[in-house]
């Protein structure tokens, strides 16, 4: 389909339409991926808002809250939850696990720098045959290696830029 397009197009509008489609998307690069995130305002938050505050000792329940039913079963129950109940050490640990994936997600953010080096060394035996045609002398010899890269994510849509936003939102849930 392009290849008609373009023969059927004079040679002085050629670069013109390369100039427009090169603009377009120039132009798209531009935006972002979504629109930016807006809590939602509670709707019970307008309705409470001036009501009128309970008495302290009303709110207040029993640690032990389920006796009152007076039922075995959920006793055990409740008894068994609250001992393997993974507690605050856990919520934690799940923080920490939330804020090292954060980190690792803005990572993405910076150029990324890697440098490698190698050293090997080699030696042939004058008794093979490039030995031999050496004059029955062994061959030796190092090979020293050293490299670098550097790369980085341009963030033209704002995938990087999203991505940790929503790692940061979940660092904070």
């Known amino acids: ?10 040679r002085r509008a050629a670069p013109a339409v390369t100039i427009a489609i090169a603009t377009a998307m120039l132009v798209s690069g531009c935006s972002t991926i979504g629109p930016d995130f807006v809590a939602p305002k509670g709707a019970e938050e307008a309705a409470f ?5 309970a008495p ?3 709110a207040r329940l029993s640690a032990s809250w389920w006796t009152v039913f007076d039922d075995p079963a959920l006793n055990e ?8 109940s993974p507690g605050v050490r856990a919520a934690a640990q799940r923080l920490l696990q939330a ?3 954060l980190g690792v997600v803005r990572a993405g953010q910076v150029p990324n720098l890697s440098v490698n080096a190698g050293v090997s060394n080699s030696r ?5 045959a490039q030995g031999q045609a050496l004059g029955g002398r062994s061959i030796e010899g190092d090979n020293f ?3 670098a890269a550097l790369s980085y994510e341009l963030d033209i849509w704002g995938r990087v830029r999203r991505i940790v936003e929503a790692a940061d939102a979940q660092a904070l849930a």
Do not use: C, I, W, Y
């Not at 042939?124 to 093979?128: D, P, R, Y």
């Open 124 to 128: 042939t035996s004058a008794e093979t």
């Open 56 to 58: 302290a000792d009303s």
């Open 1 to 10: 389909m392009f290849e008609t397009f373009a023969k059927n197009l004079p």
């Open 77 to 84: 129950l409740e008894n068994r939850a609250l001992g393997n």
């Open 145 to 147: 290696s050293v490299g």
């Open 49 to 53: 808002r001036h009501a009128p505050a």
């Open 99 to 101: 804020q090292a994936q």
